[in-house]
């Protein structure tokens, strides 16, 4: 297929405006699985993102791997047959087969082909069928992109001087990471940007040594308070524009996700909080915390939103949470 061809019909997409989305391979394990993941966190509030398979079988470990790296987490999904989807609730069907026969989907949904080679099917050592995934997983990304555009406004419209942006800060607890977070966006942000943090099982307080770097650090700490991510889900919540996560999951942490369509990343920073010790290397860990994080901020002010396509952007995002 074309660019041309599967930009057109993305586009065609994106006008119809659908409120469930199904992508359909074969084996249900590895591109549909991927799409599924990626569309999870493009799509708005209320679409329905769904995949499934005429021989499912189960979720590619090298599927799951690829999507950890851009910070999208498909472990809750499995691998389902096309039988149990209820054909009358889709509006999208697109099938991601290329080699092999598609399944076929009875309803009156709109079908759009998007022929992508199996990356289960590669060979090579791990490494070189990890990369596989990454190719097919980045044009996911591309397409879907296009699918779920912005309408209203988006990330890269505008000057960083011209415009305000939201950006939440996630982690388990909201009492350290996130919070410190917060206060450093709100400081380096200038008006530019406004930062918030919530936590998907908050602690209900703010670790004292987070304040105390803080206000080392001379940063203002009126009005920081752990939250509950349900906060910015609710009716009159501000719209936001950036979600970065900033646990550990390399320590076993579970990470909370946003769904929609804002820009999300992994910004993952030991958790200071876990510090055994003496007082004073507490103090340290949260200082280091403080720096890493102040760091990350500067380099994503630094950003020429204006210039990056969304995709590009993900990957700016991305390589600052490893820096």
């Not at 203002?220 to 009716?235: I, M, N, Q, T, Y």
Request: charged content about 25%; some cysteine.
């Amino acid at each position: 297929m074309s660019i041309t061809s599967w930009r057109s019909e993305a586009e065609e997409v994106r006008r119809v405006a659908p409120r469930h989305v199904l992508f359909l391979c074969v084996a249900n394990s590895a591109r549909s699985q991927m799409a599924e993941g990626i569309a999870r966190s493009l799509a708005p509030a209320g679409v329905r993102v769904s995949s499934a398979g005429s021989k499912p079988s189960r979720v590619n470990p090298l599927a799951i791997r690829a999507l950890d790296e851009i910070g999208i987490d498909i472990r809750g999904q499995h691998s389902k047959s096309v039988d149990s989807i209820d054909a009358e609730g889709v509006d999208v069907v697109i099938t991601l087969c290329a080699e092999e026969v598609c399944p076929v989907f009875l309803g009156r949904a709109r079908r759009v082909h998007w022929g992508l080679p199996d990356p289960a099917g590669a060979g090579g050592t791990e490494e070189q069928q990890l990369q596989a995934f990454r190719e097919v997983r980045d044009e996911l990304r591309r397409r879907l992109a296009v699918v779920f555009a912005h309408e209203e406004r988006p990330i890269t419209e505008g000057r960083m001087a011209d415009a305000r942006y939201n950006v939440l800060f996630l982690c388990t607890g909201n009492s350290a990471r996130s919070i410190i977070a917060e206060a450093v966006m709100n400081k380096l942000g200038r008006g530019q940007l406004r930062a918030y943090s919530a936590g998907s099982h908050p602690r209900g307080e703010v670790n004292p040594f987070a304040l105390e770097a803080l206000r080392q650090a001379k940063l203002p700490v009126d009005g920081l308070r752990s939250k509950s991510w349900d906060e910015f889900a609710a009716p009159g919540a501000p719209p936001l524009h950036f979600v970065f996560t900033v646990c550990d999951k390399a320590a076993g942490e579970s990470c909370p996700a946003w769904p929609g369509q804002p820009m999300t990343a992994r910004w993952g920073v030991e958790d200071p909080a876990a510090v055994v010790g003496p007082d004073d290397q507490k103090r340290e860990a949260f200082r280091t915390t403080l720096i890493i994080l102040s760091r990350r901020i500067e380099l994503f002010l630094s950003l020429p939103l204006e210039k990056l396509d969304r995709l590009s952007l993900e990957e700016r995002l991305s390589t600052i949470g490893k820096s």
